[in-house]
């Protein structure tokens, strides 16, 4: 295939995760909203948001660095998502998926947190740091459980291309890992709420505790890129999620259907449960789902 | 750690499909509550401009400001409160303490602007979306920031004063004249109203201060009979009072009274100031005819101004009507000396029994001395004409007044109707009820007048008084004819009177013949307004004096003839009361001053 | 021109940070804020028409107004159905709802936020006490003018002006940022060195850079 | 205070003996180092009514030292009282504390009618009460939605602020203000019940504990919560005394302080209602506490609005208020607000001004000394939890 | 409550003592004695809650009244502790050895008044009022009127009548003042 037509693909499929991703988020809000009994902004008020960040005349710099933050964001956005293949058997949808892109991927996923931290270091903010620390340990921590689950799904279907593990999962629903490894499913779900950073893992924005955390600097541009790769990231998690323990999608449909009940996950808990202290939330995801995540792996291998 | 602690809170969900609580449309679905206190409004055909509002607001954002088509006049000042809601907090306090009741709030409440100077509006001047709005904050009648009732004035039991001359108002004692003081707003819209223009929230807070002898300065400010306007003045301050749109006005006369009563009349001269002013300085004199409020008031301040001052009386002694008019369980004839010796004591020189024009002439006063003020009142009565109206046994209200006074006997009769619903009308019926009282050990009078009970010109509580002490007060008919028998009177024919006034204001009585009355009597008093005599007026002055309506002698705003020499005040130009008196003679003494000084400089020249 | 009077020239335009200690001066930028004009017509208007669909406010409650932000925020009025959105830093903020009385010490924190917040920015002023003092018109230590320190978009009466009143002010500010009318900031660079001799002139500690950039 | 003596909350106390230098009992700490940051919490804070700072000095996540910096509210009530009337008093007062101004002009109030020896009517007692125990329902309600907003569930805090603008709906029909009623002047109350108020309330009260129902649910029976705010925040029984501390902060610590019991005032006397306490002394104590005392105040409200007679007169008579001297003397007024005891101190000189007013507020003490003490060896996480906790509103340090 | 006020009377001398209710009463001390009196309070008769303290200014008789409330948890009785110190020396003890918290009441009084409690902790640390400058605000002669309006600018443009001279000037403008006495010398 020509090189440019798959870019050319590539782009369409990015616009489509990332305005997906941000339809989803207004949504998100709306349902959170009928928790707390009202009516919540509109579906596209993300969208706006976006528009008016990138509006603004103003936006103060603290250094290079400050600029390459928002970009490895979504830079790691892009990396993430590029390398998932969202819709099993689609052209236009297939990404630049290949041998070994779960690696990749989860290389990604860390990636734009590190470019992020160091951004907003430069920021200068004492809560920036504060909000860094959070934001990396509880990554490093959630981690564990995921990794454990993604080994326990490369073992099982002795493959690291997700391609090849969505095609495995195909025909029945009781192929995908869900019914087939339910141990790495509940570690990898129980570490995509900390992924979310839905409640109880808010820890790194928790506007009450360090006001907003690591972007507590970025204004303009800046958050307008950071906002659009929460667009985009949020589908690419999603996505991948769906991919390695749902059975992937055949067509759009399915990928909307199925990636919004994953997210209603998050925002089930999101609701009900406040916010637990950092080192609380680190020594949770160290527990639990570590363990489910071993047995998840010893699982695999030995039955 | 429970299993229900991890799954209870999934009950959030809950909420999630229950009717959400939000407002629609929070700005028109969400009036304001009933009573909410949301912005101003104003009636301006109640508000009377007093200013509580401005003195109440903790925050100074009331101003009062003169309002296109709102004109000052008597009990209004024209002034309406203009609010600034960049100093506002909606406590209401405001309308809590408005005594008009005028100054309300709607149940609005949402007013954006650019601009802040736009905040600042007059209530039912500036157009706004609210004045209309029929809910908001009212002031509820059961609080009371404001005392709307007066002290009650001591007075002495009907069965105890009908048979004598005591005076019947004991007057305040300090502690109530306190509370009486303390119910003053100090808005001073009655300052316009009294004819003397005194400063009555000063003497008031002075009071309230117990500073007695500063409210006697300011009494003699403009006023040098406080004893005699404390118990009889027409206090037309009162009806003018802001208390009194909304309950009982301030008792300003009694409290003036009572600033009178606390100072001994050995002190006067020590609290006033006037220890030495006996030897007049200026070296000119006036002469003043009559000794009644008029010519005294001139005479005390052409006094203490320096000028030398002599004022003859036909009657027997000093005060005019105050002492020939009014009787005595009104007017102690001893208060009356208290405010005149006082006067005396400046070196005015009193001259009485001396009739002007009769025993001394008005040109030989004109020739020596240098102004001349006459405030010779009104003595005369005036006759209803009435068939039968000229038997002797009908009486003159004033004569009788003015005989008993004099201390002369009255053949008093048994059965008596009074004709008259003035002030007058009540002082003849009182005074002659006690004489009845006296000689026969039973009240029978009756006093009959033209005007219907509401609008009866005497005071209410003489009313009330005269009827509390057994005389029959009958309004409302017009006197036809006296019935006389042998010379002898049988009583008086009426007929109903249906109104007083026409549409234009004119007195024009309209009667019912077909309702008629018979009021039997053995005499008849006429009370229904006196005249003047004016015989003292020499032929050749009287033509050329200007006179002007209804017989009175034409003068300019300072009481001056236009004859610049004399100068004339009182009853016989305007009133007939005694604040009015009093505020001509204030003025004339001034005009006095300023004509001798004027003719000074002009010599000089 | 001579090269020293340029250099003058500069040494003028810089601001001089002098409630700063010596050794922090060079940490802060002593430029001088200056005015961003508009964009083309369509343009800008487009970007006036998403400003006023997502209204990013400071949450930063100053006196009593900061009361009924709450029932706003909350279920009951909801403003997020307007697109007005709370924001913890001033970076991010766009509007300033300064909510009432501003104490001496809070103003110089509203300044301090006013000017971190980037532009375009608009100023909701809230209640009397912002107008003309309100009920502390006497009180030795709030402000009676807030217009003296910052420039002001939209007042709205009350003492507190409730929720409805204050959807009202916000929606008012949508009109006035669709026609282009608030260029508080622009106004704010333009007459910089007054609102600054304004504010030195209460803010007696003045220990920060003279803009805070 | 059995839960004291067990070890799990020992590590919790306020130990800063492992910190590298004391002196006179205090952390010498060099920020030059680079060993610490120092951090500012507020002015503004979600969750804490009004504006207030904390200055943080951390260390990694953990608080070392910490100093309350208030004045952002200043607006010299005491001073502004001294050159007004005073009927002109009492709409200032209610400015105090914005979540329950009532208690303010009460005690204003009281303070005036105490010094003045006026009676207030029966009637006007009942209306009293009844206000002052529907603003503790507001406040609480609003407390509640911060607590739970200060640990990150944002949820509560949108129900119970809900909840509470419908309890503020009620107190605008009855006294023609929403936050700020000014319903209470010196001798009595404004306004009677509007017609079918009682009835709005009685179904008020019970929606409100539907609500609460759910928020026991939620909130109370919630592991995080409970991992939160247990242990946090530790108040012994013995520093009740030693940092003056009242209210539900001094009863969670077992300490028997209700004035509404001890020293009833207006009516309290002839209603039902018990003391609460309890031996937590953390802040989730403090939590339940409140909750309960808020289901109480429910009780309390429907109680009053069975026994508030439907006649009577609502004010004293005053006299002109314009120029209302009160003799000299000096007294002090006391009533329990949500956060404890809430006093007026007046003293009179015989003129038509206050001499001197003074507002205690019940935070007066709990958001300085004892936060300061509190908030040292936390996480700056649990700041704004421990903040809350104490129930500290910043307008009453200050005035 | 009357035998803890004999025994305290058994112990000083108490100059001016007033029921003012039920649960409220007041006494004034010398300021010598206060440190014992409180500590007696404190330690003997349970009076442990130190409500508050505070401070009036007697601006015309040169002093300042120190206030102590005191509240007693057993008997349920509030007891205020009055002290005059001379307003130009003024100083008192810091009591803060009794009871913690009382320091930052001393921090606000030594602001707000300029009273001065020497070993207080933290006295002079500000506490409300930053970058001050002028007199303790709190101080009867400090006017804060006169201040707001020399330092805030109020919004020009207000002016108001008072009725009764606006009465005047429409209605009896020429009724001018009273004559003057004209007096000897």
């Known amino acids: 295939m020509n090189i440019w037509i798959k870019i050319l693909y590539a782009i369409i499929s990015i616009s489509v995760a990332t305005i997906y991703g941000l339809i989803l988020g207004g949504f998100v809000r709306k349902i959170y909203a009928r928790a707390h009994g009202r009516f919540g902004p509109p579906i596209w008020q993300p969208f706006l948001d976006i528009i008016q960040t990138h509006g603004r005349r103003v936006a103060i710099s603290h250094g290079v660095m400050y600029y390459l933050g928002p970009v490895f964001r979504l830079g790691g956005g892009l990396g993430t998502y590029l390398f998932i293949p969202v819709i099993y058997g689609s052209v236009v949808f297939a990404n630049f998926s290949m041998a070994g892109d779960l690696l990749l991927v989860m290389y990604f996923i860390f990636f734009g947190q590190l470019g992020m931290a160091l951004g907003a270091g430069q920021g200068g903010h004492p809560y920036s740091p504060l909000g860094i620390a959070r934001g990396l340990a509880q990554m490093s921590a959630f981690e564990v459980p995921f990794s454990l689950a993604v080994i326990a799904v490369a073992i099982q279907y002795q493959s690291l291309n997700i391609t090849t593990i969505v095609a495995a999962q195909q025909g029945s629903i009781l192929n995908w890992t869900l019914f087939t490894n339910p141990f790495a499913v509940i570690a990898a779900m129980i570490s995509l709420l900390g992924m979310n950073m839905h409640s109880p893992f808010s820890i790194v924005l928790a506007p009450q505790e360090i006001p907003i955390g690591p972007p507590i600097e970025m204004n303009g541009s800046f958050l307008g890129i950071l906002q659009t790769n929460r667009g985009l990231f949020a589908a690419a998690k999603l996505v991948l999620f769906m991919n390695l323990f749902f059975g992937g999608a055949t067509n759009l449909l399915i990928m909307v259907i199925k990636t919004f009940f994953i997210y209603l996950v998050s925002v089930i808990v999101g609701a009900s449960f406040p916010r637990f202290r950092p080192e609380q939330s680190f020594r949770f995801f160290l527990k639990w789902p570590t363990i489910i995540g071993i047995i998840g792996i010893i699982f695999v291998a030995y039955f | 750690m429970k299993l229900k602690d991890i799954l209870s809170p999934l009950r959030v969900w809950e909420r999630a499909a229950q009717k959400p609580w939000t407002i629609k449309d929070p700005i028109n679905d969400r009036p304001g509550a009933t009573n909410y206190r949301g912005f101003h409004k104003n009636d301006f055909n109640k508000c009377i401009g007093c200013g509580s509002c401005e003195e109440i607001c903790q925050n100074a954002a009331i101003d009062l400001v003169p309002v296109e088509g709102q004109e000052t006049k008597d009990g209004n000042s024209g002034l309406r409160p203009m609010i600034d809601y960049g100093r506002c907090c909606w406590c209401a306090l405001c309308v809590d303490v408005c005594p008009t009741g005028s100054l309300t709030m709607s149940n609005k ?251 001394i002439t008005l040109d030989k006063l004109h020739k020596d001395y240098d102004a001349v003020f006459a405030g010779t009142g009104l003595h005369l009565g005036r006759s209803t004409r009435i068939p039968g109206a000229d038997n002797k046994r009908v009486y003159f209200a004033t004569d009788l007044l003015r005989e008993v006074s004099l201390g002369n006997e009255i053949d008093v009769a048994e059965n008596i109707v009074v004709i008259g619903g003035g002030n007058v009308a009540m002082d003849i019926t009182r005074t002659l009820a006690r004489l009845q009282n006296k000689k026969y050990g039973k009240i029978q009078i009756l006093t009959t007048s033209l005007e219907s009970e509401d609008i009866m010109p005497a005071d209410r509580e003489e009313i009330v008084e005269a009827r509390e002490e057994k005389a029959i007060i009958d309004p409302g008919w017009g006197p036809k004819e006296i019935e006389i028998q042998n010379g002898k009177i049988k009583g008086l024919h009426v007929v109903k009177c249906l109104s007083v006034f026409d549409e234009e204001g004119r007195f024009n009585p309209k009667f019912d013949d077909k309702q008629k009355k018979f009021f039997k009597a053995d005499m008849v008093v006429e009370s229904i307004g006196q005249g003047m005599d004016l015989s003292y007026l020499s032929e050749d002055i009287k033509s050329n004096l200007k006179f002007g309506p209804r017989g009175r002698i034409q003068v300019n705003e300072n009481f001056q003839s236009n004859l610049k020499w004399l100068f004339v005040g009182g009853d016989i130009i305007q009133g007939p009361d005694v604040i009015h008196g009093v505020a001509n003679g204030y003025i004339a003494a001034k005009a006095i001053d300023g004509f001798l000084n004027k003719n000074d400089k002009r010599r000089k020249k | 021109m001579k090269k020293k009077d340029i250099n003058e020239i500069e040494k003028q335009m810089k601001l001089a940070n002098e409630g700063l200690p010596e050794k922090e001066r060079a940490l802060f930028s002593d430029a001088r804020p200056s005015s961003v004009a508009p964009l083309n017509k369509y343009l800008e208007g487009f970007l006036n028409w998403a400003r006023s669909r997502s209204m990013w406010m400071l949450a930063f409650g100053t006196g009593c107004g900061a009361t009924e932000l709450r029932p706003l925020m909350t279920s009951r009025f909801d403003m997020s159905r307007f697109g007005i959105a709370p924001r913890p830093t001033p970076r991010q903020a766009a509007i300033f709802v300064v909510g009432g009385y501003a104490s001496i010490k809070t103003i110089k924190r509203i300044v301090r936020s006013y000017e971190e917040m980037q532009g375009p920015k608009y100023v909701i002023a809230l209640g009397s006490c912002t107008i003309n003092g309100g009920m502390y018109y006497d009180s030795y230590y709030t402000i009676n003018r807030l217009d003296y320190y910052i420039p002001v978009d939209i007042y709205i009466a009350g003492c507190m002006p409730r929720p409805e009143a204050l959807i009202a002010g916000f929606n008012r500010l949508k009109e006035k940022i669709r026609a282009g009318e608030c260029e508080g900031m622009n106004k704010y660079t333009d007459n910089f060195d007054w609102y600054k001799k304004n504010q030195k002139q209460i803010i007696k500690d003045w220990n920060m850079p003279d803009y805070n950039w | 205070m059995n839960r004291m003596s067990e070890n799990k909350y020992k590590g919790f106390e306020a130990d800063r003996s492992k910190y590298p230098e004391m002196k006179d009992g205090k952390p010498v700490i060099d920020l030059e180092s680079h060993k610490y940051t120092k951090i500012w919490q507020g002015p503004q804070h979600p969750g804490v ?74 009637k006007a007692q009942w209306l009293r009460t009844l206000n002052l125990e529907m603003s503790r329902v507001g406040s609480f309600l609003m407390w509640l939605g911060g607590q739970a907003g200060s640990i990150g569930m944002g949820a509560i805090g949108q129900w119970t602020v809900g909840m509470r603008d419908f309890w503020l709906d009620l107190f605008e029909e009855m006294t023609g203000g929403r936050v700020y009623h000014m319903y209470m002047i010196p001798g009595g109350v404004r306004k009677d019940l509007p017609d079918g108020f009682k009835d709005r309330a009685r179904d008020l009260i019970i929606r409100t504990r539907k609500l609460l129902v759910n928020i026991e649910n939620t909130f109370f029976n919630n592991i995080i919560v409970k991992s939160r705010l247990k242990g946090l925040g530790i108040i012994t029984p013995e520093m009740v005394d030693e940092y003056g501390i009242v209210g539900p902060n001094a009863r969670a610590s077992g300490r028997e302080c209700d004035i509404r019991i001890n020293n009833p005032y207006v009516k309290y006397g002839e209603l039902d209602i018990k003391m609460i306490t309890s031996n937590g002394c953390d802040a989730y104590a403090r939590a339940e506490l409140r909750y309960q005392e808020l289901l109480q105040s429910l009780d309390l409200v429907s109680q009053i609005l069975d026994k508030i007679p439907e006649k009577g007169e609502i004010q004293a008579k005053l006299p002109n208020v314009l120029h209302w001297k009160i003799p000299a003397g000096q007294t002090y007024v006391k009533a329990e607000s949500t956060r404890g005891e809430h006093g007026f101190y007046m003293v009179s000189d015989g003129s038509e001004f206050p001499r001197r007013v003074f507002a205690r507020g019940a935070s007066y003490t709990h958001a300085i000394s004892l936060l300061e003490k509190l908030a040292v060896n936390i996480s700056i996480s649990d700041t704004a939890a421990l903040m809350v906790s104490l129930h500290t509103c910043p307008p009453e340090i200050e005035r | 409550m009357e035998q803890i006020l004999n025994r305290i009377k058994d112990k000083i001398e108490i100059k001016i003592s007033t029921k003012k209710r039920d649960d409220l009463y007041f006494f004034t001390v010398e300021k010598e004695q206060i440190e014992f009196i409180l500590s007696y309070l404190k330690e003997q008769e349970n009076f442990t809650h130190l409500a508050f303290m505070q401070a009036v200014d007697y601006l015309e008789d040169g002093k300042f009244q120190l206030t102590y409330m005191l509240y007693n948890y057993k008997i349920h009785i509030n007891l205020g502790v009055n002290v005059l110190i001379d307003r130009k020396k003024a100083e008192m003890f810091s009591m803060h050895k009794l009871w913690p918290h009382i320091w930052q009441y001393q921090r606000e009084i030594h602001e707000l008044f300029g009273i001065n409690f020497p070993g207080s902790p933290r006295v002079n640390e500000s506490f409300v009022l930053e970058g001050w400058e002028e007199i303790p605000p709190m101080r009867r002669d400090f006017d804060t009127l006169e201040y707001s309006e020399k330092t805030f600018y109020q919004r020009p443009g207000r002016s108001t009548n008072d009725p009764k001279e606006y009465m005047k000037e429409k209605m009896y403008k020429n009724y001018a003042d009273t004559p003057t006495i004209r007096r000897e010398k």
């Open chain 4, 49 to 122: 009514t009004g504006n207030m700072a904390l200055e943080l000095i951390i260390d990694g996540d953990e608080v070392v030292d910490t100093k309350t910096r208030v004045g952002y509210l200043h607006r010299a009530f005491e001073k502004l009282m001294e050159r007004r009337r005073y009927i002109q008093c009492f709409p200032i007062v209610c400015r105090i504390c914005v979540p329950e101004p009532d208690t303010n002009e009460y005690c204003v109030s009281a303070a005036m009618e105490d010094l003045s020896g006026i009676v207030v009517p029966e």
């Open chain 2, 109 to 359: 409440y949402t007013w954006v602007a650019d601009m802040p100077e736009e905040y600042r509006f007059v209530p039912g001047k500036t157009e706004t979306k609210w004045q209309e709005s029929e809910k908001g904050y009212k002031r509820s009648e059961d609080i009371h920031l404001i005392d709307y009732e007066r002290v009650e004035m001591l007075e002495i039991k009907p069965e105890k004063r009908d048979k004598s001359f005591i005076e019947i108002v004991k007057g305040y004692n300090k502690e109530q004249a306190m509370k009486e003081a303390e119910r003053c707003l100090e808005c001073g819209i009655c300052i316009a109203t009294c004819p003397a223009h005194m400063d009555i929230p000063a003497y008031i807070a002075a009071i309230r201060e117990d500073d007695i002898e500063n409210a006697f300065r300011i009494l003699y400010e403009t006023n040098p009979l406080p004893e005699i306007c404390g118990r009889i003045c027409t206090h037309k301050c009162e009806t003018a009072c802001a208390l009194h749109n909304n309950g009982e006005s301030l008792a300003i006369r009694w409290l003036k009274r009572y600033i009178a009563d606390q100072i001994p009349s050995e002190k006067y001269k020590e609290v006033l100031g006037t220890e030495h002013l006996d030897d007049p300085k200026i070296g000119k004199s006036i002469a003043i005819i009559g000794a009644g409020p008029a010519g005294i008031s001139a005479a005390y301040y052409l006094a203490i101004m320096g000028y030398k001052i002599k004022i003859f009386e036909a009657l027997p002694d000093s005060g005019g009507m105050t002492r020939y008019g009014i009787p005595e369980y009104r007017l102690p004839y001893d208060q009356i000396d208290k405010d005149i010796e006082y006067i005396k004591s400046l070196g005015v020189e009193m001259q009485f029994n001396t009739r002007v024009g009769k025993d």
